[in-house]
């Protein structure tokens, strides 16, 4: 009996059975330890079972699990202080609610309620999630076909091109919404001069900007938002994944004026802001300032991009090295399902990104140590695919 006997064939399979993790490490049901290059999809970012997550979950938990949005609580009064605190000047109202899909929804909502419009102008690549309002501004058409008609006009802009931004933009455009890197189709770092140019944009035509920061925010870059590295502040801020430590947890972070417009009752969540993510969330949030770890992103990510960039030179097959602080793509010539396996076998897990990319979405808090294990693997592995393949 397997997980798939119930789940259907939803998810595409590792051949590993999780058991528990510490830090950026991971152990399977017999033993086995992994280096975590996964990072429960970008979720762990302060470290798996990180100290200051699991007390402030242990102690919530002795308190109180639910608290419904409609009844005050401590918790998420302290969450909502810390978290404005650190956002980006200006985005000072919150919604809460529970995966990166909802953060994406309820930003679609409130630009729409803001501007009375319904055009919306994605990227081409972009991934934003898989409800229904979510999928209709994902560029893949494979998960989108599927399930058409979604919602009405949307278009897609080539990421990076202001000038292919400008001719999808009509009298009936209401936001724009794009990843300062793009984490699904191949970590696509934004060109220099492009978030700024779209900021711009928006600004002059009355144009709600959202950015989702569900893969790419919370320190991953080696700054805490993305958005800082070209000091372009949006409307809307999305959040997920690893925000409560790997409690369920989203975020749509916004300007005054733009929640301001939202009614009593026109969007709610049951789970969102309950106390358990709330007090996860202040102790992620502490763990990411207090313990250094943006830093250590940075810094880290400068050794894994050195160490990488001399793997490129020995190995002809890895085609380019690119991303921002543990936010890491390898792009291959080739597929790179059997690297991923024999990094499985060698005791290191991570991510696809397409067919020919891998994906470092590491633990923030992992080690030089681990790192240089992990590079003299996939030099192992690098070797062994050559020889496969005769090259
Ligand atoms: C940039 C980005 N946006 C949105 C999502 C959707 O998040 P969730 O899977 O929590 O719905 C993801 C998930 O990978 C993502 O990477």
Redesign the pocket.
């Known amino acids: 009996m397997t997980e798939e006997d119930f789940m259907g064939q939803l998810y595409q399979k590792f051949p590993v059975t999780i058991d528990k993790g510490e830090g950026a490490h991971l152990w399977d049901i017999d033993g086995k330890e992994y280096i975590d290059c996964m990072g429960g999809?970008?979720v762990a970012i302060v470290g798996h079972r990180n100290p200051r997550v699991v007390k402030a979950i242990k102690e919530q938990v002795d308190k109180i699990i639910t608290v419904h949005g409609s009844l005050y609580n401590k918790k998420r009064e302290e969450f909502l202080e810390t978290l404005i605190g650190l956002a980006p000047e200006g985005l000072s109202q919150v919604h809460l609610n529970n995966?990166?899909?909802?953060a994406?929804e309820a930003a679609i909502k409130f630009a729409r309620k803001f501007t009375g419009k319904k055009g919306m102008v994605a990227m081409k690549g972009s991934?934003?999630?898989?409800t229904m309002g979510?999928l209709s501004i994902t560029f893949n058409p494979k998960y989108r076909k599927p399930f058409q008609p979604l919602l009405e006009k949307v278009s897609f802009a080539s990421y990076g091109d202001i000038e292919d931004l400008k001719s999808k933009i009509d009298a009936d455009t209401g936001c724009i919404i794009l990843?300062p890197i793009q984490?699904?189709t191949g970590i696509i770092v934004s060109p220099e001069g492009f978030l700024q140019e779209v900021r711009k944009l928006c600004d002059e035509k009355g144009i709600v900007l959202i950015f989702?920061e569900?893969?790419a925010g919370l320190g991953r870059t080696g700054r805490l938002w993305a958005c800082q590295h070209w000091n372009t502040v949006p409307d809307i801020l999305c959040l997920?994944?690893g925000i409560a430590g790997g409690v369920p947890m989203?975020v749509t972070l916004t300007r005054p004026k733009i929640l301001e417009k939202i009614r009593k009752g026109e969007h709610s969540s049951t789970f969102g802001g309950n106390p358990l993510s709330c007090a996860a969330g202040t102790a992620t949030l502490q763990a990411l300032t207090k313990d250094g770890l943006v830093e250590n992103a940075e810094n880290m990510g400068r050794v894994f991009r050195l160490g990488l960039e001399k793997l490129k030179e020995k190995h002809q097959i890895i085609r380019e090295v690119r991303g921002m602080g543990l936010m890491i793509g390898i792009e291959m010539k080739f597929e790179v399902r059997d690297i991923l396996m024999d990094l499985i076998e060698e005791g290191v897990l991570m991510l696809y990104s397409g067919r020919n990319i891998l994906r470092l979405l590491p633990p923030l808090i992992i080690s030089e140590e681990d790192i240089k294990k992990v590079l003299q693997i996939l030099d192992t592995v690098l070797t062994k695919e050559e020889e496969r393949r005769n090259v």
């Open positions: 999809y970008g995966s990166g899909a909802e994406i991934y934003h999630g898989k979510a990843e984490g699904e989702d569900i893969q997920a994944k989203g």
